[in-house]
């Protein structure tokens, strides 16, 4: 057992994650908060330590099967870091509708997990386990809500499209090790390389597993659960699918094809470059046509997978760090969005129609002002970060000499730009439905501030980021 | 054609043919049925190729407890299943075309051409004394350690998972607490009222 | 040093992040206090850049921060502090901190009080940015926030229809002026290549003689087009004429922002930024012409019209304008050091001469009418005697700071060969008189004479408190000497070494060398100059007509009604603009709205492609029809499609 240290996050996950499933067990209902003060104190520990490996910490352990290095810490740390602010406004809204059992926060907790290993993964089987890992948790965790029927609709399927899926992806990963004889991703690359014996094999495997990534990001044509899971699922739940996983499917992509399958990009780069203009397309016009603001974020979370994937379609280092930065960016954006929704579901009462939405500004600025901000970098307009992510990524996308895509991701990105800028519109000129202020907690507004400002802050200074996910690809 | 090919072929068979039983007969029993039989062919397979392990926990695992299970919810659910199969004929004509496209492409790939089996030698026979068992217990423990911890993990989510939707607590539900029933006193129960006597009128 | 001159700008951003954010928690005082505090931080640390790069020598240019690079241009935030740039700092921040404590008096009673001080705190910011920049796409950005906060600041009063109509057109008219600017920052990019100053200056060179052709088979020389289209931006920011329209509105907005913004910062962005591109402007004779002419018609015509307004304020504005001319009309000469020279001592004196304004305004209970005034002197000692100095600083009586920057620029136009040179330096010439004609008239006016004034006001008539009296004992300190101790090194000496760059072939301040060394020549001289003479004769004929036989100028005004109402109405200026732009742009505009844009653009493009992109989407949307077989299916024809393409392509 060698390099067992490289694990630390990890392991102190494992067992924090089982004590505050033990600990609840005791707690009186009235405790509940201490189940979620655990919570955010193992996920901050766990930054911490994963925090600490950010930088030059790299080195394979468990055998081969689990790695750490350049990118692994950044978007672990990423991921852990929106999964707190994600707990932090989800709190009352499951304490409201009495879906805050211990449960909520260890399928959390696991699913956080599954996305480390996900990131983490040096072969074919950790990624497999890791996603189901993340799977199984998010269908528990949408149908948590069991005294709504649309909640356990979309559960089911979500279950059932994902465990299609899912099959996908692990007929295509058996077809690559019958090819290649391994499932260690380095050991797969070098066998492609040297030889050209089980390439074809590999190829018809790699069909498969695109579907199945596909399938995980929401990509059309296999974007069809996203609408429907967003909508039904608890709007904590959506919080929590639409923001870190992102991040995990994203590092997963990078290691099925880049780590393992790189040598096969001529072919993975037209899927990806189909995927990613159908997303744009379907993703922007479908979103016009929503009245519903968790469909219309769907979406609208479809349209910038297809930018996701824009970056891939480079298929070098400079579109794989604008891909990276996207993930990231994205995932805090939307964390922010869906924060405010989460603060306007009160008493009850759910904020799903875009009606809901408006004189928002007049019933809560703050609210209203990160909203905005959220909404227009999601819109991509300058200075704000959004408008960086899509300009690296069109940047590294032109640069790699496609720019029949990048013409249709700006006219797309226009054509988006509408229904961002209507549900704005609504938020600080039309006067509201209800008028009663929405209040916030003291910890709730503090993060959604701090979240706001981030999305301004890192428009203007996106070097941060930007260099972390070059240096990630670098060498 | 050697014996171990003439068995292979029959098992395959029995397996093609249960497998497609099982989505087009009407009883769901039957089905079920014809699952077992297609896990224990496909079994028999494995058993030829030397991977007794897996054959053994295939009928095991499958046969013995998941099938078993399946079967006492069928039977004791009593499911209608004409309307599932509304819309059957109605969709079956694309679903055959989509299914033999892919069943074509799949055999063009997959066929001498851009498979040559020169390319997979068959694994050199393993000694008499081998052990599958023991050989995928060594691996388990230790070059998949990890795999198995995660898998462990994700099956603790799927208890967990289970446990929180199926378990309802109802409020109204009335239940004995023989421990405080048994710790009852006297007190608890009588009380004994002081009365002024009353004269008779 | 890098790390003080990143917080010279950000000092008065935090605080203005500080008042405009937490100004209710903050409250009044504390609010006043955090702004102040960082403007005052910024001057100090000003005053550090100026012994780093005037006593040591240490100029500094590098960039602070990469926001992007796209197609080889950098996109950067970057200080260039050099001698010019710290005097700009010193001036900028200076005024800046007078006017911040000068408000807390002045907005004393004002709802806004927080706010006002967290926009003039953001515009000090965005000034600094403008003149710290080392290059093109951050002075840009400075351009804009100046301008965008100065609508803020005009239209302080929201309430007030005609606060928002001269917001409104300080707003459009720049908005001209922007477009000239940016279309030039368009052209540099393109024959240079880079944003970068410094880089800029030396790819200018080899475009000498380069021409492009802009329409049909004229050949235009592609330096002359960059420096037009600069100097169309100048023109907006710096309010020459045609567009100075602006600048006298912007008065409705309170009368520190007239003292900061359109006294002695804003309105001198032009003049700096032309400085600045000395390098560029030398190389083209034909741009320089053009401003030179520029400048002069507006430093003549625009003081004439201040002889005939009533509003203090505006007198002040139109002396402003005039003013600016001057600058321009140095520019334009080539004499840089002295239009910056003249913008240094202009900011202190003109700035002076608002806060006293300002001050007048207080006593009065917000009156702005000079006929409403008269007799203030026994009032307003204070205010009086600052007044004074500045009124002879603005005059340019010798010894005072006006007296040298003004001759010097008039001397300068003298030595100047370019084509237009002559009628420039009549003009500014024949401005001397018509200033100082209009400076005492308001001086007359307002402080000598017999009161105007209703009684009640006349009661509560005193002076205001020391926030408002000291900044104008602190500004006319300035205004007296500091044309005095610094027009050596500056003009005479090599302050401008290296930073402003003159072609020999029209180094007009050598020339003037020749016969002039300094202050105490230029002092010597002063009984042969026309100048002297002329201010001395405006300054009677104000004292003759308005002390003296003050039912004169009615009489005079009915005799030459025409004139009279060519000046008042400001060359029709204004009307022409309401009727042939503004309402000729409203009827083409309501014409193609009504053709173009119902017809074609709503009809066809905007809603025919709305309709049509609804229309697809309703399409699309029938495919999220909910059945999980479906989705289902869904999934395998696409995988089936990926798989056919990639096994058959």
């Known amino acids: 057992m060698d390099n067992l240290h490289l694990a630390t996050p990890e392991i102190f996950m494992l067992f924090a994650s089982c004590a505050v499933l033990v600990v609840d067990l005791f707690l009186k209902p009235g405790q509940r908060h201490m189940t979620y003060w655990l919570t955010q104190g193992s996920l901050l520990i766990t930054l911490l330590l994963t925090y600490g490996q950010v930088g030059d910490t790299a080195g394979t352990a468990f055998s081969g099967a689990y790695t750490v290095d350049g990118m692994s810490a950044v978007l672990k740390s990423w991921i852990l870091l929106i999964a707190i602010g994600g707990f932090v406004y989800t709190r009352d809204y499951i304490k409201d509708r009495e879906i805050a059992n211990g449960e909520y926060y260890v399928l959390g907790l696991f699913g956080v997990m599954g996305m480390m290993i996900m990131t983490s993964s040096n072969n074919l089987l950790t990624i497999y386990l890791g996603l189901e890992l993340l799977a199984l948790s998010l269908y528990a965790m949408v149908a948590l809500y069991r005294s709504n029927a649309d909640a356990s609709e979309a559960a089911m399927k979500y279950f059932v499209l994902g465990a299609l899926a899912s099959g996908m992806l692990l007929y295509g990963m058996s077809m690559v090790y019958g090819s290649t004889g391994s499932l260690d991703l380095a050991t797969i690359s070098q066998a492609l390389t040297t030889s050209d014996a089980g390439s074809t094999g590999a190829r018809f495997g790699l069909t498969f597993i695109i579907v199945g990534l596909a399938f995980k990001l929401g990509a059309v044509p296999f974007h069809m659960w996203v609408p429907d899971v967003y909508d039904g699922a608890p709007t904590s739940v959506t919080l929590y699918i639409s923001t870190a996983p992102k991040i995990a499917a994203f590092a997963m992509i990078i290691r099925l094809l880049v780590d393992g399958l790189e040598v096969l990009s001529s072919d993975w780069t037209l899927m990806f470059a189909i995927l990613a203009a159908l997303s744009l397309v379907v993703g922007n016009l479908l979103a016009i046509a929503q009245q519903n603001i968790k469909r219309m974020l769907a979406y609208s979370t479809i349209s910038h997978v297809g930018f996701l994937l824009l970056g891939m379609v480079a298929a070098n280092p400079e579109g794989y760090s604008a891909s990276m930065f996207y993930a990231i960016t994205y995932a805090f954006t939307t964390l922010a969005a869906f924060g405010v929704l989460l603060v306007l579901s009160r008493n009850g009462e759910e904020a799903v129609m875009l009606d809901d939405l408006s004189g928002l500004f007049r019933r809560n600025a703050l609210a209203a002002t990160v909203m905005m901000v959220a909404l227009i970098s999601l819109a991509g307009v300058p200075p704000l970060v959004g408008f960086y992510a899509k300009l690296s990524v069109l940047k590294a996308v032109i640069s790699a000499g496609y720019v029949w895509l990048a013409v249709i991701a700006v006219i797309m990105s226009v054509v988006g730009a509408f229904y961002y800028l209507r549900a704005i519109k609504m938020m600080f000129f039309d006067d509201p439905v209800d008028s009663s202020e929405v209040p916030a907690r003291m910890d709730v507004n503090a993060t959604l501030a701090v979240n706001g400002l981030a999305v301004v802050v890192l428009g203007i200074f996106p070097g941060w980021i930007m260099a972390v996910c070059v240096r990630a690809f670098a060498g | ?201 | 040093m890098k790390f003080i001159y990143t917080l010279i700008p950000l000092c008065p951003l935090f605080a203005a992040i500080a008042a405009g954010l937490f100004g209710k928690r903050l409250g009044r005082v504390m609010s006043h206090r955090v702004t102040i505090g960082g403007v005052a931080m910024s001057f100090l640390l000003s005053l550090i850049a100026f012994q780093q790069v005037v006593l040591s020598g240490n100029t500094f240019n590098e960039s602070i921060y990469t926001w992007m690079v796209s197609g080889g241009i950098r996109f950067e935030v970057g200080f260039l502090v050099d001698r010019l740039t710290v005097l700009m700092m010193l001036v900028v921040t200076f005024v800046s901190l007078m006017v911040h404590i000068y408000t807390i008096g002045y907005m004393h009673d004002d709802d806004g009080y927080q706010r006002f001080f967290s926009y003039i705190s953001l515009f000090t910011f965005s000034m600094l940015m403008l003149v710290m920049s080392n290059n093109f796409m951050q002075l840009f950005f400075g351009w804009e926030a100046v301008g965008t906060v100065s609508y803020l600041l005009i239209g302080f009063w929201y309430k007030r229809d005609t606060a928002i109509f001269a917001n409104m057109k300080a707003f459009l008219v720049n908005r001209v002026g922007d477009f000239g600017f940016i279309l030039g920052i368009a052209a540099v990019v393109m024959y240079t290549g880079s944003l970068d100053y410094e880089e800029v200056f030396v790819k200018a060179q080899p475009l000498i003689g380069q021409t492009m052709s802009i329409m049909g088979g004229f050949e235009w020389s592609v330096l002359t087009v960059i420096c037009i289209c600069l100097f169309i931006g100048a023109m907006g920011k710096s309010a020459q004429m045609p567009l100075h329209v602006w600048l006298p509105d912007s008065m409705e907005g309170p009368t520190p922002i007239s003292a900061l913004i359109h006294a002695a910062t804003m309105v001198t962005a032009g003049i700096f930024m032309v400085a600045r591109m000395s390098p560029l402007f030398e190389l083209s004779e034909t741009a320089l012409s053009f401003i030179l002419v520029i400048g002069a018609l507006t430093a003549f015509l625009m003081g004439l019209i201040g002889i005939v307004q009533h509003d203090i304020k505006r007198v002040v504005a139109y002396s402003t304008l005039s003013q600016l001319g001057y600058m321009t009309v140095a520019l334009g000469a080539s004499a840089y050091s002295a239009a910056i020279f003249h913008l240094m001592t202009h900011a202190f004196f003109k700035a002076l001469l608002f806060l006293a304004a300002g001050s007048v305004i207080i006593a009065l209970h917000h009156e702005q009418d000079m006929r409403k005034m008269g007799g203030l002197r026994k009032y307003l000692p204070i205010t009086y005697w600052t007044s004074l100095i500045g009124s002879l600083a603005l005059i340019g009586f010798p010894g005072l700071s006006g007296f040298f920057s003004k001759d010097l620029i008039i001397e300068a136009v003298h030595e100047s060969t370019l084509p237009g040179a002559t009628l420039a330096y009549w003009a500014v010439l024949a401005g001397v008189f018509v200033t100082a004609f209009y400076s005492f008239r308001m001086f007359f006016l307002v402080f000598h004479g017999k009161s105007r004034m209703d009684e009640h006001t006349e009661e509560h008539c005193h002076e205001p408190p020391n926030v408002v009296t000291w900044p104008l004992i602190a500004l006319a300190v300035p205004s007296v000497i500091i044309g005095f101790m610094t027009m050596g090194p500056i003009v005479f000496g090599q302050y401008f070494e290296g930073v402003i760059f003159v072609d020999d072939s029209h180094n007009v301040i050598e020339r003037v060398r020749e016969h002039t060394t300094g202050a105490m020549s230029m002092l010597s001289h002063v009984p042969g100059s026309k100048a002297f003479y002329l201010a001395m004769a405006g300054v009677f004929f104000a004292w003759f007509f308005y002390l003296v036989k003050p039912e004169w100028p009615a009489k005079i005004q009915s005799k030459l009604g025409f004139l009279h109402r060519i000046l008042d109405k400001k060359y029709g200026f204004d009307e022409f603009n309401q009727t042939v732009f503004a309402a000729g742009s409203v009827g083409i505009g309501a014409g193609l709205w009504r053709f173009g844009d119902q017809g074609v653009i709503d009809g066809a493009v905007v809603n025919g492609s709305a309709q049509g992109i609804g229309k697809l989407a309703g399409l699309a949307r029938l495919s999220q029809s909910g059945y999980l077989f479906h989705y289902a299916f869904a999934m395998i024809i696409g995988l089936l499609v990926m798989m056919s393409i990639f096994l058959f392509i």
């Open chain 2, 1 to 201: 054609m050697s014996f171990q090919l003439f068995i292979f072929y029959v098992f395959a068979i029995i397996m093609v043919f249960a497998a497609a039983r099982v989505i087009t007969v009407r009883n769901p029993v039957y089905a079920a049925m014809f699952l077992v039989l297609t896990f224990f062919t496909a079994a028999a397979i494995w058993m030829l190729l030397e991977a007794e392990f897996l054959a053994v926990t295939l009928v095991l695992v499958y046969v013995g407890a998941v099938m078993v299970l399946f079967l006492f919810v069928v039977m004791m659910l009593d499911i209608n299943v004409e309307p599932l199969r509304e819309g059957f004929v109605k969709y079956l004509p694309v679903g055959i075309l989509v299914g033999s496209i892919m069943f074509l492409e799949m055999v063009f790939l997959l066929t001498q051409r851009y498979f040559p089996s020169e390319n997979f030698p068959a694994p050199a026979a393993k000694p008499a004394n081998y052990s599958n068992t023991e050989e995928l217990g060594r691996l388990l423990y230790s070059d998949y350690l990890f795999h198995f911890e995660v898998a462990a993990l994700i099956l603790m989510v799927a208890i967990v998972a289970a446990i929180a939707l199926t378990m309802r607590r109802r409020s109204d539900t009335k239940y004995q607490r023989p421990g405080l029933q048994v710790q009852v006193k006297k007190e608890d129960r009588l009380r004994v009222v002081s009365m002024d006597t009353e004269s008779k009128s």
